[in-house]
């Protein structure tokens, strides 16, 4: 079957493709579906996500298979403390038989890179990937290199361990569409789980799952381009910008949200109402979405770290307290 093109693909397209790609990672992960539909908003709207859970919670599992079935380059890199840049991005070796530099790749190009673990190496190490996250390029030896259109970055941490961890910078925070948290499974949840991989040995792997591609870079880039089609009204984008501007003029916070958070809120909010099935944007989308674009984005007040707050209260009051459109 032909790939649809960037013109010929509809929303029932995008919706079809959406619900294929659900359920191929569906055949192996149990639960984690609000997971799955962020990671889905972030492929078609060109984002980056990081991944937030206690350990065992399958976040790398879960982003195997999401590329297992997306039929793009994958690449996987374990964050370690002695990883270095090179090891990311690869570096000019010189060939003696043709007296050249040649370039040895590192997984960095790739078109999907689960980056595991990424609190686990230093910041300079983690720098590595400021380029790469916002341009979709990377500069070595003063020669740029050019990324895929569809490069994407699945990042992983554990919230809970802080000895041999580095915390990201906000600046490498601030290049992350979603900081996406997954919590424990239910009880229902767990009890499949065990069901299902009780009595295997070793690792699980998608394919051992049956998970087939049931998309391309073809596909997903005319994805991308019809959800660009999708209206998002003036009133719309207002209630974008104010909502964003508030977390810079609250008191619980000492550092808000950027320009470019609102760029994204605004992108992803297009995304989610294709899958919706609607080709216009409604604050709903945009309050769906907040709590993923904004609460990596913010830095409390120390009053506020004194008082016990959280940025999860913050958003919801701010998502409150800001007059959306009718």
Do not use: W
């Not at 964050?79 to 997984?107: A, C, E, V």
């Not at 605004?266 to 904004?294: H, S, T």
């Amino acid at each position: 079957m032909a790939s649809p093109t960037p013109d010929t693909m509809t929303l029932a397209d995008v919706g079809a493709l959406a619900q294929a790609i659900r359920g191929e990672v569906a055949k192996a992960v149990v639960g984690q579906a609000e997971t799955v539909d962020h990671l889905l908003i972030a492929l078609f709207a060109g984002g980056h996500v990081l991944l937030e859970g206690p350990p065992g919670t399958a976040k790398t599992f879960l982003a195997q298979c999401f590329a297992a079935a997306l039929n793009l380059d994958f690449g996987r890199i374990q964050f370690t403390p002695d990883l270095m840049p090179g090891d990311i991005l690869g570096s000019n070796l010189f060939n003696f038989q043709t007296s050249q530099f040649t370039l040895t790749r590192g997984p960095i190009f790739r078109e999907l890179l689960l980056a595991d673990e990424i609190n686990r190496t230093p910041p300079k190490t983690q720098a590595a990937l400021l380029e790469a996250m916002q341009e979709r390029r990377i500069t070595l030896d003063g020669a740029v290199h050019t990324l895929s259109d569809r490069f994407m970055v699945v990042a992983t941490q554990n919230p809970i361990e802080s000895q041999g961890v580095y915390p990201l910078p906000e600046a490498q925070l601030d290049r992350f569409l979603f900081k996406l948290l997954v919590a424990y499974p239910s009880l229902e949840e767990e009890a499949r789980i065990v069901a299902r991989f009780g009595t295997r040995t070793g690792a699980p792997k998608p394919h051992e799952f049956g998970i087939a591609p049931v998309a391309d870079g073809a596909r997903i880039g005319a994805a991308a381009a019809a959800i660009k089609r999708i209206t998002l009204a003036d009133s719309v984008v207002d209630y974008v910008v104010r909502l964003v501007r508030a977390t810079r003029e609250t008191v619980d916070l000492a550092s808000g949200a950027s320009p470019r958070a609102a760029v994204l809120l605004a992108n992803a909010a297009r995304a989610r109402a294709a899958l919706e099935g609607r080709d216009y944007v409604i604050p709903d989308d945009v309050k769906a979405l907040a709590f993923a674009v904004l609460r990596h984005r913010l830095l409390l007040s120390p009053a506020a770290e004194i008082e016990g707050k959280q940025a999860e209260a913050i958003v919801a009051e701010l998502v409150q307290r800001t007059e959306a459109p009718r």
